[in-house]
């Protein structure tokens, strides 16, 4: 009898033996995932944004897209302090800077150069890339790297529409000068393309064209051979071609052209500038951070490139409730 009852003992002994065990075990668990999912909520993904530049009023909307994605996504974004142009080796230094400090995926402006397009293509084997402001490298029916920017050759198609509509359609006899930040970006080759396909038979005298900084000097538009028209096909361009109209430094040349700061949008107000193409750099901004983010949390789902919107703006269309909506994401 005290035999089995030692027995009995030990038995139950050794149920609670395991039951103490299983329930351990089981806080144990529990612990990890509340540790795991507290990692996760403040480790958060983290992109890097390298452009041109950065702190440059062009990138007001872009910059206000990025950080309205990042709160909606919940993930962490930087954009890098750039100074003026960037070669491809200073950008190339950059990109591997933020990959060292932690950097899980780059939104880049590629740099103009030959040597950008293979050293965007090594980087992207090892974290994820998507471009921004520039045309697809490689093939552009199937890109290697993605890209979001606004339609460059149809911005600069329709700046030459604008003008036409101007003088009825007939620029015969009128003298046109073109101003671009840098010749080598393909955005801007095709800005061009788009801009003389549209004035082609229509009589116009492109007479000069200049690329830089816009300074003092024989590169100043100032000058430049007196034209009817100077047609800016970037923002920096703009800006400086209205400072100079302002000034009336350009001899009564009217001035038409590309630019999505609050300063071309001054100009135009005041009547310096005649017509903006604005294309919408907010939902540059917001597209490429929201399509990396869906990258980065989805096992084997590359982000993907798209085209986005531009707009046609006037003085007498500027207080419009959409042209509003737009002014406002570049003064953020």
């Known amino acids: 009898m005290r035999i089995r009852q030692r027995i009995g003992k030990m038995k139950n ?159 015969e006899g009128k003298t046109i000068g073109i101003a671009v930040e840098t010749e080598a970006l393909e955005a801007t080759r095709s800005r061009r393309e788009g801009f003389m396909d549209g004035l082609e038979e229509s009589g116009a005298d492109v007479r000069w064209s200049v690329s830089g900084a816009f300074g003092q000097g024989r590169k100043s538009l100032e000058a430049q051979p007196t034209v009817d028209l100077v047609v800016a096909l970037d923002d920096r361009s703009l800006t400086a071609a209205g400072e100079a109209a302002a000034k009336n430094d350009l001899h009564g040349a009217l001035v038409y052209g590309i630019g999505n700061s609050s300063e071309a949008v001054y100009y135009l107000d005041i009547g310096v500038a005649e017509c903006l193409v604005v294309p919408d750099e907010f939902s540059v901004g917001y597209q490429s951070l929201t399509r990396l983010a869906e990258n980065l949390r989805r096992f084997f789902k590359s982000a993907e490139g798209s085209t986005v919107t531009h707009t046609v703006i006037r003085k007498e269309n500027l207080f419009t409730e959409e042209n509003q909506e737009i002014i406002y994401t570049m003064s953020q």
């Open 13 to 171: 002994s050794k149920k609670m033996f395991i039951l103490i065990e299983a329930a351990l075990a089981m806080a144990v668990i529990i612990l990890a995932v509340i540790m795991f999912l507290g990692n996760n909520v403040n480790d958060r993904e983290r992109v890097s944004v390298i452009v041109q530049n950065s702190d440059d009023s062009q990138w007001a909307a872009f910059k206000y897209g990025l950080k309205m994605a990042a709160e909606d996504q919940e993930i962490e974004m930087f954009v890098v302090g750039t100074e003026g142009a960037m070669s491809a080796e200073d950008e190339k230094n950059v990109i591997e800077q933020e990959i060292d400090n932690g950097a899980d995926a780059l939104i880049i402006q590629p740099a103009a150069g030959e040597d950008t397009e293979e050293m965007l293509k090594d980087i992207s084997q090892s974290i994820p890339v998507l471009l921004v402001e520039s045309e697809t490298l490689g093939d552009k029916e199937s890109p290697e790297i993605p890209v979001i920017q606004a339609d460059n050759y149809s911005m600069g198609r329709t700046l030459a529409e604008e003008l036409l509509k101007e003088y009825d359609g007939n620029l």
